[in-house]
């Protein structure tokens, strides 16, 4: 089982800036790729971005693209989303996922039935 240890999360006012952190562990840890994905109150859970372990590779979703970057430490075994430009539209509990049921396509990485650990979340408020 992979646990996962979500960080980095405030209140911030729109414009600025956070980094998150997904901190993984448990056993061996080995994922195909990870993800984060984001929950307003009242909304579906949405998919931000994601990245596969080996070689590096990201899909970020269009309504973060230019603003929001994924990557990874391979040795900490711990992936980022730095979010600059931060919008009040931004605004949501924010989930790591890792452990995908299969090694999909890039493409296919932000769907959340891909992945079968996630994180409890953190908390993210953007002010106007």
């Known amino acids: 089982q992979v646990q996962l240890v979500e960080s980095g999360g405030g209140l911030v006012q729109a414009g600025g800036s956070l980094r998150l952190s997904c901190a993984a562990s448990?056993?061996?840890?080995?994922?195909?790729?990870m993800g984060w994905f984001r929950q307003a109150p009242g909304k579906e859970r949405e998919f931000v971005a994601a990245i596969k372990w080996s070689g590096g590779s990201t899909l970020v979703a269009d309504s973060v693209r230019g603003r929001f970057t994924i990557s990874r430490d391979i040795a900490k075994n711990t992936v980022y989303l730095q979010m600059n430009s931060l919008k009040p539209e931004d605004t949501a509990v924010y989930y790591c996922a890792a452990d995908p049921q299969r090694h999909a396509a890039l493409a296919e990485l932000g769907s959340s039935m891909l992945y079968r650990s996630w994180g409890q979340g953190t908390q993210v408020t953007v002010s106007s």
């Open positions: 448990g056993r061996t840890f080995s994922s195909y790729a």
